[in-house]
């Protein structure tokens, strides 16, 4: 008789790859691929998720490792007759989860999930560790009550509690993606700072394009400050 618990920790660790990075950094561990269904507006499609950790504390027990980032794969990322469509998203609990019409970036995953499963062929990376761009849930907690208190704006919010007004690298994501698929893609974004940090670590982006979302009487002000004072693409409704 096989003993299944004494085969699940070999099991494990079969599953998970260690990715290399810069000189001097540990590698990544990246586990999966785990088959998913996932719930679209055309009915449920079928992902391969993958979950990544930057810190290794335990190699010998991945149980023990805290979650990471993580990576939804639609299709197949080598198919010769459409460039994968990738979207880089950084977790937001309040519009994600929640729904807040604070911002747009609940609205923003599920579009970008759309156009992903429509085009075919993509990856939409969730990067667990970018709440509030970079600076964690309970600062920016603290930076919405300084908007709301004293009429900041969100990056002068964040610099207010001696935070940068973006503290997000997207260096794990490049190596995921290139491990993922090493070949160039179509990126789904407004800000200006993703394709150029990709490309600093080596991908190779064909194209860009805008992924705008909903215009709310409670998102707008935010939405005009993305586009004023952090360089994205504007649509044209507030241009």
Not at 65 to 88: C, N, W
Not at 99 to 126: K, P
Request: proline residues 7%.
């Amino acid at each position: 008789m096989i003993n299944i618990h004494q085969n699940i920790p070999e099991y494990l660790k079969q599953r998970t790859k260690l990715l290399a990075r810069a000189e001097g950094i540990p590698p990544l561990s990246i586990f999966g691929p785990v088959r998913l269904p996932l719930a679209t507006p055309k009915g449920t499609t079928q992902a391969q998720w993958y979950v990544w950790q930057s810190s290794l504390e335990d190699l010998e027990n991945p149980l023990n490792m805290p979650p990471g980032g993580s990576a939804f794969v639609i299709g197949d990322l080598q198919r010769k007759s459409a460039l994968p469509l990738v979207r880089m998203h950084s977790v937001c609990v309040t519009g994600d989860v929640f729904h807040s019409e604070r911002c747009d970036c609940g609205d923003q995953l599920n579009r970008a999930m759309q156009q992903i499963v429509q085009h075919g062929t993509g990856v939409l990376l969730y990067l667990g560790d970018q709440e509030g761009r970079g600076i964690g849930l309970y600062r920016k907690a603290m930076a919405y009550a300084l908007q709301q208190e004293f009429g900041l704006d969100t990056l002068d919010a964040n610099l207010a509690l001696g935070q940068p007004a973006d503290a997000r690298s997207y260096r794990d994501a490049a190596v995921v993606l290139r491990f993922l698929c090493d070949r160039p893609i179509i990126l789904l974004t407004n800000n200006p700072l993703k394709p150029e940090s990709l490309e600093a670590e080596g991908i190779s982006i064909r194209s860009v394009r805008p992924l705008w979302a909903s215009i709310t009487p409670h998102n707008r002000a935010y939405l005009n400050t993305k586009v004023q004072r952090f360089g994205h693409t504007p649509e044209e409704e507030i241009m």
